[in-house]
């Protein structure tokens, strides 16, 4: 195990920072044809539908597609409570006079911007529907308040997600959205991918994002787990920062990633048993 995590460390040191060079660049890595399919979509102006774990960086890719296609991006985190107004706008009071106010839908629509709805499946199902007439060949938003139709700019790209792991009969996306969206998978990156991004992210050398990263490995393998998620990505950057703010190894794992995954004791224990064996020693004084 401490052989592996050396040669993630050697890989992360020469890899240096290749993605996300550029300043200001959001920083990701690749792992497939990812970027190509959405550079494809984007210039036809093909809505997609990225599906992935939590936190295996569905948002940091679209925040790079964005900045290296020069798009403005407008992010709307989906809830159970979302309205159509909180996508479309709303008629609002201001100085004792009522004035129609653009939803960050219709921002992006008048804009020409790419538009990131995180998490579709937690809204309500009569709110999704209407996006169905953006995400086809009319490339329109129906402003029903106003009384008007608006033709989406040129740029405008329609961006959803969803985690297929929380699918359910309850929650899950109709076929008649799913069928107007380009569609993209993404999951955990590769061991030495992953460890670069935590070095990266959290500001941590090569041989500490290599451990964070074998222990997040040896979660996700775990078989007849009882964990409804596994260790992602994001909670790796995590502990990366608590251990690069004076936290050690072990302790920045019990708060980042043990405590986090589960509220029972029997698994807490075992998880910080587990962590005990595979990461590295702390050093002796």
């Known amino acids: 195990m401490l052989t592996d995590q050396a040669a993630v460390a050697d890989s992360v040191a020469e890899a240096g920072t290749e993605a996300g060079a550029e300043a200001g660049a959001p920083f990701y890595r690749a792992v497939g044809d990812e970027a190509e399919i ?30 290296e296609l020069g798009r403005d ?62 995400a086809d060949h009319r490339r329109e938003l129906a402003l029903d308040r106003l009384g008007t139709t608006l033709s989406a700019a040129p740029g405008f790209q329609l961006v ?16 008649s959205t799913r069928q107007r969206f380009v569609a993209i998978e993404l999951g955990f990156p590769p061991t030495e991918v992953e460890a670069q991004v ?20 040896v979660i996700r393998r775990l078989d007849g787990s009882p964990l409804r998620e596994v260790a992602s990505t994001r909670m790796l950057i995590l502990a990366g920062c608590l251990v690069a703010h004076g936290l050690s190894l072990r302790g920045a794992v019990q708060a980042a990633v043990v405590q986090v995954l589960s509220d029972d004791p029997d698994v807490v224990r075992a998880l910080g048993e587990l962590a005990d064996s595979v990461l590295p020693a ?4």
């Open 38 to 67: 959405f550079r494809a979509a984007a210039g036809g102006g093909l809505p997609v539908l990225l599906k992935g774990p939590t936190g295996c960086g569905k948002t940091r890719f679209v925040e790079a597609m964005a900045h």
């Open 73 to 134: 991006l407008i992010t709307i985190a989906g809830h159970e409570d979302m309205t159509s107004a909180d996508l479309v706008g709303r008629f609002l009071l201001k100085g004792g006079e009522t004035v129609w106010v653009d939803g960050p839908l219709t921002r992006a629509v008048r804009e020409g911007a790419i538009c990131y709805l995180d998490e579709v499946v937690e809204a309500r199902q009569d709110t999704v529907v209407v996006i169905h007439p953006l």
């Open 160 to 175: 959803i997600s969803y985690n297929p792991g929380y699918q359910s009969v309850l929650k899950n996306i109709k076929e």
């Open 198 to 217: 935590v070095a990266h992210e959290a500001g941590i050398d090569a041989e500490t994002a290599g451990a964070l990263v074998a222990f997040g490995g």
């Open 282 to 285: 702390p050093p002796t004084t």
